[in-house]
């Protein structure tokens, strides 16, 4: 697999937690790590369920302890600090704070052997993250005391997410086969949590279970896959630059959906964050043409 195309894989994964909040939405009630549990199942099963016909598949869980650590704690641990976040702090201080790790992808990738951090990535992880400031305009205020865990919360689920995607690049040799098992112990961690702090509340309806289903082979399935094979092959700046489309491309489906109305505001940003992904990969875009 090329570059170009490894990169194109990692973009999809953008393209399907895009879909992740109106697809929330659409799951009603259901409690943040019962819901985890519920995806991260299904996103499991779905894998599982392949390799009955790629039988080899399943030496991919033969993994050392570290690709485990990295594997289950990157994803595990970025949600439930999330979810933590969204509990103590404002979802869009909160969101706002978590999108930092695009710009640390971009940073922590020039600690990788053979990588260089030209100028152009970090304009362009910059234009995305200005686009990504304004979207959250005038959602923002003056918060309390007791908001400083989530927000605490989020700032350090930005760094976990970022140093999983970077490690992953480390681990290579790990393959993405091996994501399955990671979204599984996942699901196990999410469940126990669950059964700990939440009171538990099953879909009401067939659209709902269609929500759930939906996140679990989407969002919070392939795009897992996706995004290590990503993060392995193809451009890690790229993909950590062109990541900020997501909150944008997020907004966007929730306006479609009827969650959410255009604005100004929305328009710009989708500039900013168009042109700070195209200014991330010009290498990409050039290397084509020629």
Request: aromatic residues 12%.
């Amino acid at each position: 697999m090329t570059t170009r195309t490894a990169t194109l894989v990692g973009l999809t994964a953008i393209l399907m937690w895009s879909l992740l909040s109106v697809m929330t939405v659409a799951t009603g009630r259901i409690p943040a790590f019962q819901l985890a549990a519920m995806t991260f199942a299904i996103g499991a099963a779905v894998a599982f369920t392949s390799f009955l016909f790629r039988p080899s598949a399943f030496a991919a869980l033969k993994q050392p302890l570290v690709a485990w650590v990295v594997g289950v704690g990157g994803l595990f641990g970025y949600h439930a600090l999330y979810f933590l976040a969204l509990r103590f702090a404002p979802p869009a201080e909160a969101g706002l704070l978590n999108y930092l790790w695009p710009l640390l992808i971009v940073l922590f990738s020039s600690l990788l052997p053979g990588e260089r951090l030209a100028i152009h990535y970090i304009v362009g992880a910059l234009l995305g993250l200005v686009g990504t400031v304004l979207l959250f305009a005038g959602n923002t205020g003056s918060f309390a005391r007791s908001q400083i865990p989530g927000f605490a919360a989020a700032f350090v689920a930005a760094f976990v997410w970022a140093t999983y995607s970077v490690m992953s690049r480390r681990l290579k040799a790990v393959p993405s086969d091996a994501v399955a098992g990671f979204c599984l112990a996942t699901a196990v961690l999410a469940a126990l949590v669950h059964m700990m702090v939440e009171t538990t509340v099953w879909p009401a309806t067939s659209l709902q279970w269609l929500a759930v289903v939906g996140l679990g082979i989407g969002p919070v399935g392939a795009a897992f896959f996706a995004w290590d094979i990503g993060m392995k092959r193809g451009d890690i700046r790229v993909l950590g630059a062109a990541s900020y489309a997501t909150p944008l491309l997020s907004t966007a489906f929730l306006i479609l959906a009827g969650f959410a109305k255009p604005s100004a505001n929305i328009a710009i940003a989708a500039i900013l964050i168009a042109g700070g992904g195209l200014i991330a990969a010009k290498d990409m875009v050039l290397r084509k043409r020629g």
